[in-house]
DNA sequence: CAGTGGTCTAGACCACTCG
DNA sequence: GAGTGGTCTAGACCACTGA
Protein backbone atom coordinates (compact mmCIF):
# COMPACT_ATOMS: atom_id res chain seq x y z
CA UNK A 1 0.00 0.00 0.00
CA UNK A 2 2.80 2.49 1.40
CA UNK A 3 5.31 2.63 -1.31
CA UNK A 4 9.14 2.62 0.68
CA UNK A 5 10.21 6.17 1.21
CA UNK A 6 6.90 7.56 1.94
CA UNK A 7 5.32 7.59 5.32
CA UNK A 8 2.16 6.53 6.48
CA UNK A 9 0.09 9.80 7.40
CA UNK A 10 -2.69 9.81 9.76
CA UNK A 11 -4.86 11.34 6.98
CA UNK A 12 -3.84 8.07 4.54
CA UNK A 13 -5.26 5.99 7.71
CA UNK A 14 -8.38 7.62 7.80
CA UNK A 15 -9.47 7.34 4.60
CA UNK A 16 -8.27 3.69 4.31
CA UNK A 17 -10.95 3.00 7.43
CA UNK A 18 -13.32 4.92 5.93
CA UNK A 19 -13.07 3.33 2.88
CA UNK A 20 -13.07 0.01 4.23
CA UNK A 21 -16.34 0.97 6.27
CA UNK A 22 -18.02 2.47 3.16
CA UNK A 23 -16.82 -0.93 0.79
CA UNK A 24 -18.20 -2.92 3.78
CA UNK A 25 -15.11 -4.57 4.68
CA UNK A 26 -15.63 -3.30 8.19
CA UNK A 27 -19.41 -3.66 8.76
CA UNK A 28 -21.19 -1.56 11.36
CA UNK A 29 -20.70 -2.92 14.52
CA UNK A 30 -17.04 -5.30 13.42
CA UNK A 31 -14.51 -5.09 15.86
CA UNK A 32 -11.16 -2.98 14.13
CA UNK A 33 -7.80 -4.65 14.50
CA UNK A 34 -5.94 -2.76 17.89
CA UNK A 35 -3.89 -0.15 17.44
CA UNK A 36 -0.73 -2.00 17.59
CA UNK A 37 -2.05 -4.61 15.04
CA UNK A 38 -3.15 -1.67 12.68
CA UNK A 39 0.77 0.11 13.55
CA UNK A 40 1.57 -2.86 11.87
CA UNK A 41 -0.27 -3.44 8.93
CA UNK A 42 0.21 0.40 8.19
CA UNK A 43 3.84 0.23 9.35
CA UNK A 44 3.61 3.15 11.54
CA UNK A 45 3.83 3.90 15.29
CA UNK A 46 0.76 3.45 17.20
CA UNK A 47 1.25 7.04 17.67
CA UNK A 48 -0.06 7.67 14.11
CA UNK A 49 -2.75 5.45 14.41
CA UNK A 50 -4.08 6.71 17.52
CA UNK A 51 -4.72 9.61 16.02
CA UNK A 52 -6.56 9.06 13.41
CA UNK A 53 -8.85 6.28 15.12
CA UNK A 54 -9.20 9.18 17.32
CA UNK A 55 -10.47 11.38 14.93
CA UNK A 56 -12.17 9.55 13.44
CA UNK A 57 -14.47 8.66 16.38
CA UNK A 58 -14.71 11.90 17.49
CA UNK A 59 -16.54 12.65 13.61
CA UNK A 60 -19.07 9.78 15.03
CA UNK A 61 -17.65 6.93 12.96
CA UNK A 62 -16.38 4.75 15.25
CA UNK A 63 -16.27 4.23 19.12
CA UNK A 64 -13.35 3.54 21.10
CA UNK A 65 -13.58 2.04 25.04
CA UNK A 66 -10.14 0.45 26.65
CA UNK A 67 -10.46 -2.86 26.86
CA UNK A 68 -13.18 -3.30 24.74
CA UNK A 69 -11.53 -2.07 21.86
CA UNK A 70 -12.93 -0.23 18.44
CA UNK A 71 -15.92 -0.69 16.88
CA UNK A 72 -17.77 0.67 13.85
CA UNK A 73 -20.99 2.18 15.04
CA UNK A 74 -24.20 1.04 13.68
CA UNK A 75 -25.26 4.31 12.52
CA UNK A 76 -22.93 6.78 12.17
CA UNK A 77 -23.39 9.26 14.77
CA UNK A 78 -23.84 12.36 11.95
CA UNK A 79 -23.08 15.76 13.40
CA UNK A 80 -24.44 18.57 11.53
CA UNK A 81 -22.14 22.00 12.54
CA UNK A 82 -22.95 25.45 12.02
CA UNK A 83 -21.07 28.22 12.42
CA UNK A 84 -22.80 31.27 13.93
CA UNK A 85 -21.67 33.63 12.35
CA UNK A 86 -22.39 37.52 13.42
CA UNK A 87 -25.06 38.83 10.95
CA UNK A 88 -23.05 41.02 9.35
CA UNK A 89 -20.77 38.54 7.95
CA UNK A 90 -23.71 36.26 7.43
CA UNK A 91 -25.45 39.02 5.33
CA UNK A 92 -22.41 40.27 3.29
CA UNK A 93 -21.76 35.94 2.44
CA UNK A 94 -24.64 36.04 1.05
CA UNK A 95 -24.14 39.26 -1.40
CA UNK A 96 -25.86 41.87 0.33
CA UNK A 97 -24.92 44.80 1.54
CA UNK A 98 -25.61 45.42 5.55
CA UNK A 99 -27.76 47.78 7.26
CA UNK A 100 -28.68 47.44 11.06
CA UNK A 101 -31.23 49.64 12.32
CA UNK A 102 -32.37 50.25 16.14
CA UNK A 103 -35.78 50.23 17.14
CA UNK A 104 -35.52 50.64 20.71
CA UNK A 105 -33.28 49.97 23.90
CA UNK A 106 -34.32 50.57 26.92
CA UNK A 107 -33.56 50.07 30.72
CA UNK A 108 -36.56 48.02 32.49
CA UNK A 109 -37.64 45.73 34.93
CA UNK A 110 -37.93 42.08 33.59
CA UNK A 111 -40.90 40.42 32.96
CA UNK A 112 -42.13 37.16 34.79
CA UNK A 113 -41.37 34.77 31.89
CA UNK A 114 -37.98 36.07 31.35
CA UNK A 115 -36.92 35.92 35.44
CA UNK A 116 -38.39 32.33 35.18
CA UNK A 117 -36.20 31.81 32.28
CA UNK A 118 -33.28 32.75 33.21
CA UNK A 119 -33.10 32.45 36.63
CA UNK A 120 -33.31 36.23 37.90
CA UNK A 121 -34.63 37.80 40.91
CA UNK A 122 -38.44 39.38 40.37
CA UNK A 123 -38.08 42.55 38.64
CA UNK A 124 -34.17 42.51 37.94
CA UNK A 125 -33.10 45.21 35.54
CA UNK A 126 -32.59 44.25 32.02
CA UNK A 127 -31.57 46.53 28.80
CA UNK A 128 -34.09 45.86 26.59
CA UNK A 129 -33.47 45.77 22.68
CA UNK A 130 -35.06 45.66 19.93
CA UNK A 131 -33.28 46.17 16.23
CA UNK A 132 -33.58 45.08 12.93
CA UNK A 133 -30.71 43.88 10.31
CA UNK A 134 -31.51 44.24 6.74
CA UNK A 135 -29.25 42.91 3.59
CA UNK A 136 -29.72 45.45 0.91
CA UNK A 137 -32.54 46.86 2.66
CA UNK A 138 -34.22 43.64 2.61
CA UNK A 139 -35.62 42.75 6.25
CA UNK A 140 -33.31 40.05 7.31
CA UNK A 141 -33.32 39.67 10.81
CA UNK A 142 -35.47 41.15 13.70
CA UNK A 143 -33.49 40.96 16.59
CA UNK A 144 -35.90 41.17 20.25
CA UNK A 145 -33.04 41.30 22.90
CA UNK A 146 -32.60 41.42 26.85
CA UNK A 147 -29.36 41.75 28.45
CA UNK A 148 -28.97 41.05 32.38
CA UNK A 149 -27.70 44.91 34.01
CA UNK A 150 -26.15 42.89 37.00
CA UNK A 151 -23.91 40.71 35.04
CA UNK A 152 -22.64 43.14 32.33
CA UNK A 153 -22.93 46.78 34.17
CA UNK A 154 -21.73 48.58 31.52
CA UNK A 155 -24.71 48.18 29.22
CA UNK A 156 -26.49 51.26 30.82
CA UNK A 157 -23.80 53.48 29.35
CA UNK A 158 -23.60 51.06 25.94
CA UNK A 159 -24.92 52.98 22.70
CA UNK A 160 -26.86 50.57 20.67
CA UNK A 161 -27.77 53.03 17.59
CA UNK A 162 -25.04 52.42 15.98
CA UNK A 163 -23.94 49.36 16.31
CA UNK A 164 -25.80 46.05 17.22
CA UNK A 165 -26.05 44.57 20.55
CA UNK A 166 -24.61 41.54 19.54
CA UNK A 167 -21.50 43.07 18.49
CA UNK A 168 -21.30 45.29 21.37
CA UNK A 169 -21.63 41.94 23.77
CA UNK A 170 -18.63 40.05 21.63
CA UNK A 171 -16.46 42.78 22.53
CA UNK A 172 -17.40 42.88 25.65
CA UNK A 173 -17.94 39.64 27.01
CA UNK A 174 -16.14 37.01 25.07
CA UNK A 175 -16.62 33.34 25.53
CA UNK A 176 -19.49 32.44 27.34
CA UNK A 177 -21.77 29.66 27.04
CA UNK A 178 -24.83 29.49 24.82
CA UNK A 179 -27.85 27.54 24.55
CA UNK A 180 -29.10 28.12 20.85
CA UNK A 181 -32.30 27.21 19.89
CA UNK A 182 -34.00 26.85 16.51
CA UNK A 183 -38.29 26.32 16.00
CA UNK A 184 -40.62 27.61 13.19
CA UNK A 185 -42.80 30.66 14.81
CA UNK A 186 -45.51 32.53 13.76
CA UNK A 187 -45.23 36.05 12.38
CA UNK A 188 -47.99 38.66 14.33
CA UNK A 189 -48.84 41.45 13.50
CA UNK A 190 -45.44 43.96 15.06
CA UNK A 191 -43.31 41.36 13.31
CA UNK A 192 -44.85 40.81 10.10
CA UNK A 193 -44.51 44.52 9.77
CA UNK A 194 -40.74 44.88 10.47
CA UNK A 195 -39.83 41.57 8.21
CA UNK A 196 -42.36 43.17 5.29
CA UNK A 197 -44.46 39.92 5.31
CA UNK A 198 -47.59 38.95 5.51
CA UNK A 199 -49.13 38.66 9.14
CA UNK A 200 -49.23 34.59 9.91
CA UNK A 201 -46.35 33.70 8.09
CA UNK A 202 -43.87 30.72 8.99
CA UNK A 203 -40.73 32.57 10.40
CA UNK A 204 -37.46 30.56 10.95
CA UNK A 205 -36.48 31.51 14.60
CA UNK A 206 -33.41 31.45 16.61
CA UNK A 207 -33.29 31.79 20.99
CA UNK A 208 -30.06 32.32 21.77
CA UNK A 209 -28.91 32.08 25.78
CA UNK A 210 -25.87 32.86 26.83
CA UNK A 211 -24.34 32.72 30.51
CA UNK A 212 -21.03 33.76 31.82
CA UNK A 213 -19.43 31.16 34.23
CA UNK A 214 -23.28 30.58 35.21
CA UNK A 215 -24.59 34.28 35.37
CA UNK A 216 -27.13 34.93 32.76
CA UNK A 217 -26.27 37.19 29.94
CA UNK A 218 -28.26 37.59 27.67
CA UNK A 219 -31.28 36.15 25.84
CA UNK A 220 -32.39 36.97 22.33
CA UNK A 221 -34.86 35.68 19.97
CA UNK A 222 -33.46 36.59 16.26
CA UNK A 223 -36.51 36.33 13.81
CA UNK A 224 -35.20 35.36 10.08
CA UNK A 225 -36.98 37.40 7.10
CA UNK A 226 -38.84 35.18 4.46
CA UNK A 227 -37.76 32.56 2.70
CA UNK A 228 -34.07 31.69 5.18
CA UNK A 229 -32.58 28.57 5.09
CA UNK A 230 -29.83 27.54 7.45
CA UNK A 231 -27.64 25.20 4.92
CA UNK A 232 -24.69 22.56 6.58
CA UNK A 233 -23.51 20.10 4.39
CA UNK A 234 -21.72 16.79 6.56
CA UNK B 1 1.85 26.02 38.59
CA UNK B 2 2.22 22.13 38.33
CA UNK B 3 3.51 20.35 41.50
CA UNK B 4 6.75 18.10 40.94
CA UNK B 5 5.74 14.84 40.15
CA UNK B 6 2.04 15.72 38.50
CA UNK B 7 2.38 15.93 34.88
CA UNK B 8 1.19 18.54 33.08
CA UNK B 9 -1.79 17.26 30.16
CA UNK B 10 -3.18 18.88 27.39
CA UNK B 11 -6.56 19.62 29.08
CA UNK B 12 -4.34 21.37 31.68
CA UNK B 13 -2.57 23.92 28.88
CA UNK B 14 -6.19 23.84 27.40
CA UNK B 15 -7.77 25.09 30.32
CA UNK B 16 -5.24 27.87 31.20
CA UNK B 17 -5.43 29.11 27.56
CA UNK B 18 -8.93 29.57 27.82
CA UNK B 19 -8.60 31.36 31.26
CA UNK B 20 -6.43 33.72 30.10
CA UNK B 21 -8.15 34.45 26.99
CA UNK B 22 -11.20 34.85 29.13
CA UNK B 23 -9.24 37.27 31.77
CA UNK B 24 -8.20 39.32 29.48
CA UNK B 25 -4.68 38.17 29.51
CA UNK B 26 -4.61 37.02 26.29
CA UNK B 27 -6.89 39.98 24.08
CA UNK B 28 -8.29 38.54 20.84
CA UNK B 29 -5.62 39.53 17.79
CA UNK B 30 -2.92 38.71 20.73
CA UNK B 31 -0.39 37.29 19.06
CA UNK B 32 0.66 33.74 22.07
CA UNK B 33 4.18 32.69 22.31
CA UNK B 34 5.21 29.73 20.02
CA UNK B 35 4.94 26.58 21.32
CA UNK B 36 8.44 25.68 22.36
CA UNK B 37 8.12 28.50 24.76
CA UNK B 38 4.74 27.76 26.09
CA UNK B 39 6.27 24.07 26.47
CA UNK B 40 8.80 25.40 29.03
CA UNK B 41 6.61 27.58 30.65
CA UNK B 42 4.44 24.69 31.09
CA UNK B 43 7.25 22.36 31.69
CA UNK B 44 6.22 19.79 29.10
CA UNK B 45 7.16 18.94 25.50
CA UNK B 46 5.86 20.95 22.34
CA UNK B 47 4.21 18.01 21.62
CA UNK B 48 1.62 18.56 24.57
CA UNK B 49 1.44 21.91 23.79
CA UNK B 50 0.33 21.30 20.15
CA UNK B 51 -2.46 19.10 21.17
CA UNK B 52 -3.84 21.75 23.61
CA UNK B 53 -3.18 24.52 20.81
CA UNK B 54 -4.57 22.53 18.06
CA UNK B 55 -8.18 21.58 19.60
CA UNK B 56 -8.65 24.96 20.51
CA UNK B 57 -8.27 26.38 17.31
CA UNK B 58 -10.67 23.11 15.65
CA UNK B 59 -12.76 24.94 18.55
CA UNK B 60 -12.65 27.87 17.37
CA UNK B 61 -10.86 30.08 19.42
CA UNK B 62 -7.64 30.04 18.23
CA UNK B 63 -6.03 31.04 14.45
CA UNK B 64 -3.12 29.18 13.78
CA UNK B 65 -0.31 29.93 10.99
CA UNK B 66 3.10 28.43 9.65
CA UNK B 67 5.67 30.84 10.27
CA UNK B 68 2.50 33.67 11.61
CA UNK B 69 2.12 31.82 14.91
CA UNK B 70 -1.05 31.21 16.65
CA UNK B 71 -3.49 34.19 17.17
CA UNK B 72 -6.29 34.75 19.83
CA UNK B 73 -9.50 35.28 17.69
CA UNK B 74 -10.97 38.06 17.58
CA UNK B 75 -14.89 37.14 17.28
CA UNK B 76 -14.63 34.09 18.35
CA UNK B 77 -15.36 31.25 15.62
CA UNK B 78 -18.53 29.23 17.46
CA UNK B 79 -19.86 26.68 16.18
CA UNK B 80 -23.27 24.66 17.30
CA UNK B 81 -22.57 20.66 16.54
CA UNK B 82 -26.07 19.18 16.22
CA UNK B 83 -26.03 15.08 16.43
CA UNK B 84 -28.32 14.00 14.12
CA UNK B 85 -30.20 11.46 15.34
CA UNK B 86 -32.55 8.74 13.94
CA UNK B 87 -36.07 9.87 14.45
CA UNK B 88 -36.35 6.83 16.74
CA UNK B 89 -33.56 7.33 19.40
CA UNK B 90 -35.31 11.37 19.58
CA UNK B 91 -38.65 10.11 20.05
CA UNK B 92 -37.43 8.15 22.62
CA UNK B 93 -35.07 10.40 24.52
CA UNK B 94 -37.75 12.82 24.72
CA UNK B 95 -39.68 9.80 26.98
CA UNK B 96 -41.58 9.01 24.58
CA UNK B 97 -43.20 5.75 22.92
CA UNK B 98 -42.08 5.57 19.40
CA UNK B 99 -44.65 4.10 16.76
CA UNK B 100 -44.22 4.15 12.87
CA UNK B 101 -46.60 4.01 10.41
CA UNK B 102 -46.52 3.71 5.69
CA UNK B 103 -48.58 6.17 4.30
CA UNK B 104 -47.38 5.34 0.88
CA UNK B 105 -44.71 3.62 -1.29
CA UNK B 106 -44.05 3.80 -4.96
CA UNK B 107 -41.88 3.37 -7.74
CA UNK B 108 -42.60 6.36 -10.08
CA UNK B 109 -41.24 9.07 -12.64
CA UNK B 110 -39.02 11.85 -10.96
CA UNK B 111 -41.19 14.71 -10.82
CA UNK B 112 -39.20 17.64 -12.44
CA UNK B 113 -38.48 19.57 -9.69
CA UNK B 114 -37.04 16.68 -7.77
CA UNK B 115 -35.14 15.68 -11.63
CA UNK B 116 -33.55 19.01 -11.41
CA UNK B 117 -32.83 19.53 -7.94
CA UNK B 118 -31.24 16.42 -8.28
CA UNK B 119 -29.55 16.37 -11.50
CA UNK B 120 -31.33 13.22 -12.46
CA UNK B 121 -32.36 12.30 -16.09
CA UNK B 122 -35.94 13.34 -17.26
CA UNK B 123 -38.11 10.72 -15.72
CA UNK B 124 -35.97 8.68 -14.17
CA UNK B 125 -37.56 6.47 -11.61
CA UNK B 126 -37.78 6.95 -7.93
CA UNK B 127 -39.42 5.42 -5.04
CA UNK B 128 -41.64 8.01 -3.36
CA UNK B 129 -42.03 7.13 0.36
CA UNK B 130 -44.16 9.24 2.58
CA UNK B 131 -44.78 8.11 6.72
CA UNK B 132 -45.02 8.86 10.65
CA UNK B 133 -43.24 8.91 13.17
CA UNK B 134 -45.28 9.08 16.82
CA UNK B 135 -44.31 9.53 19.94
CA UNK B 136 -46.62 8.12 22.08
CA UNK B 137 -49.37 8.83 19.43
CA UNK B 138 -48.75 12.44 19.36
CA UNK B 139 -47.52 12.83 15.76
CA UNK B 140 -44.14 13.68 16.04
CA UNK B 141 -43.26 14.11 11.97
CA UNK B 142 -43.99 13.67 8.77
CA UNK B 143 -41.42 12.63 6.32
CA UNK B 144 -41.65 12.49 2.55
CA UNK B 145 -38.82 10.79 0.70
CA UNK B 146 -37.72 10.31 -2.90
CA UNK B 147 -34.79 7.74 -3.37
CA UNK B 148 -33.06 6.68 -6.47
CA UNK B 149 -33.92 3.61 -8.05
CA UNK B 150 -30.56 3.80 -10.04
CA UNK B 151 -28.09 4.38 -7.28
CA UNK B 152 -29.86 2.25 -4.82
CA UNK B 153 -31.29 -0.57 -6.67
CA UNK B 154 -32.80 -2.46 -3.74
CA UNK B 155 -35.42 0.11 -3.31
CA UNK B 156 -37.79 -1.86 -5.53
CA UNK B 157 -37.92 -5.00 -3.23
CA UNK B 158 -37.63 -2.89 -0.03
CA UNK B 159 -40.50 -3.31 2.18
CA UNK B 160 -41.43 0.59 4.41
CA UNK B 161 -44.06 -1.05 5.88
CA UNK B 162 -42.71 -1.99 9.08
CA UNK B 163 -39.14 0.01 8.94
CA UNK B 164 -38.74 3.60 7.71
CA UNK B 165 -37.18 4.10 4.86
CA UNK B 166 -34.66 6.09 7.04
CA UNK B 167 -33.59 3.18 8.87
CA UNK B 168 -33.23 1.07 5.52
CA UNK B 169 -31.36 3.70 4.20
CA UNK B 170 -28.72 3.91 7.07
CA UNK B 171 -28.16 -0.20 7.08
CA UNK B 172 -28.56 -0.40 2.89
CA UNK B 173 -25.64 2.93 2.10
CA UNK B 174 -23.86 3.94 4.95
CA UNK B 175 -21.73 6.84 5.02
CA UNK B 176 -23.35 8.92 2.26
CA UNK B 177 -22.76 12.73 2.38
CA UNK B 178 -25.38 15.26 3.25
CA UNK B 179 -26.86 18.38 3.02
CA UNK B 180 -29.12 19.48 5.96
CA UNK B 181 -31.69 22.46 5.46
CA UNK B 182 -33.71 23.83 8.49
CA UNK B 183 -36.26 26.47 7.82
CA UNK B 184 -40.07 27.09 8.77
CA UNK B 185 -42.89 26.28 6.28
CA UNK B 186 -46.54 26.52 6.23
CA UNK B 187 -49.11 23.43 7.21
CA UNK B 188 -51.11 22.83 4.07
CA UNK B 189 -54.14 21.05 4.18
CA UNK B 190 -52.61 17.43 3.76
CA UNK B 191 -49.82 18.17 6.39
CA UNK B 192 -52.11 19.95 8.80
CA UNK B 193 -54.21 16.36 8.73
CA UNK B 194 -51.22 14.30 9.03
CA UNK B 195 -49.86 16.34 12.12
CA UNK B 196 -52.82 17.42 14.05
CA UNK B 197 -52.52 20.90 13.79
CA UNK B 198 -54.90 23.70 12.01
CA UNK B 199 -54.09 24.76 8.43
CA UNK B 200 -51.85 27.56 7.83
CA UNK B 201 -49.30 26.80 11.06
CA UNK B 202 -45.31 27.57 11.19
CA UNK B 203 -43.78 24.17 10.53
CA UNK B 204 -40.60 23.38 11.71
CA UNK B 205 -39.16 21.84 8.61
CA UNK B 206 -35.48 20.15 7.90
CA UNK B 207 -34.67 19.10 4.23
CA UNK B 208 -31.98 16.43 3.48
CA UNK B 209 -29.83 15.49 0.42
CA UNK B 210 -28.30 12.67 0.28
CA UNK B 211 -24.92 11.73 -1.86
CA UNK B 212 -22.86 8.61 -2.45
CA UNK B 213 -19.79 9.11 -4.01
CA UNK B 214 -21.38 12.18 -6.05
CA UNK B 215 -24.08 10.31 -7.61
CA UNK B 216 -27.70 11.77 -5.55
CA UNK B 217 -29.29 8.79 -3.74
CA UNK B 218 -32.35 10.03 -1.59
CA UNK B 219 -33.91 13.59 -0.90
CA UNK B 220 -36.21 13.96 2.47
CA UNK B 221 -38.41 16.83 3.77
CA UNK B 222 -38.86 15.89 7.57
CA UNK B 223 -41.76 17.91 9.16
CA UNK B 224 -42.15 18.48 13.08
CA UNK B 225 -44.77 18.45 14.75
CA UNK B 226 -46.01 21.61 16.08
CA UNK B 227 -44.16 23.05 18.97
CA UNK B 228 -40.90 21.29 17.71
CA UNK B 229 -37.52 22.64 18.93
CA UNK B 230 -34.10 22.09 18.09
CA UNK B 231 -32.00 22.58 20.91
CA UNK B 232 -27.91 22.60 21.31
CA UNK B 233 -25.40 24.01 23.94
CA UNK B 234 -22.07 25.52 22.62
C1' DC C 1 -6.15 -9.26 36.05
C1' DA C 2 -5.08 -8.53 31.51
C1' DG C 3 -6.00 -6.08 27.22
C1' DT C 4 -7.10 -1.89 25.22
C1' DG C 5 -6.87 2.85 24.39
C1' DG C 6 -5.04 7.55 26.51
C1' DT C 7 -1.33 10.27 26.96
C1' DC C 8 3.35 11.91 27.63
C1' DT C 9 8.45 12.34 26.44
C1' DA C 10 12.40 13.32 23.53
C1' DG C 11 13.82 14.06 19.37
C1' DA C 12 13.60 14.69 14.43
C1' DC C 13 12.45 16.29 9.79
C1' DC C 14 9.50 18.86 7.05
C1' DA C 15 5.99 22.21 4.91
C1' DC C 16 4.54 26.34 4.75
C1' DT C 17 4.68 31.24 4.68
C1' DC C 18 5.98 35.80 6.26
C1' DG C 19 9.18 39.42 5.87
C1' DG D 1 15.81 32.68 4.32
C1' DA D 2 14.28 31.68 8.69
C1' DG D 3 10.69 30.96 12.05
C1' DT D 4 6.58 28.71 12.95
C1' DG D 5 3.46 24.99 13.27
C1' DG D 6 2.55 19.95 11.31
C1' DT D 7 3.63 15.48 11.84
C1' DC D 8 6.13 11.22 12.60
C1' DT D 9 9.03 7.86 15.42
C1' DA D 10 10.20 5.01 19.36
C1' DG D 11 9.28 4.06 23.61
C1' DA D 12 7.05 4.34 28.06
C1' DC D 13 3.66 4.43 31.80
C1' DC D 14 -0.95 4.55 33.04
C1' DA D 15 -6.26 4.44 33.41
C1' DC D 16 -9.95 2.21 32.55
C1' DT D 17 -12.91 -1.65 32.04
C1' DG D 18 -14.53 -6.17 30.41
C1' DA D 19 -14.27 -11.05 31.26
Redesign the pocket.
Known amino acids: MTQPGE ?7 KRTVLERIRSGTWRPDT ?9 VE ?13 EL ?1 EEGFLE ?7 RVLSAPQRQARFTIPLVRDEVEAGGGQYRYALVSAELQPAPEWLSARLQLRAAQEVMHVRCMHYSSNTPFQYEDRWIVAESVPQVAQADFSATGPNDWLVQTVPFTNVELTFLASRADATLAGFLDMPEGEPVFTAERTTWLQGRPVTFAKLYFGAGYRMTTQI
Do not use: H, M, W
Not at 31 to 39: G, T
Not at 43 to 54: I, Y
Open positions: TTSYRDILLPNEQELAFSCTRTTVNRALRARRRKAGT
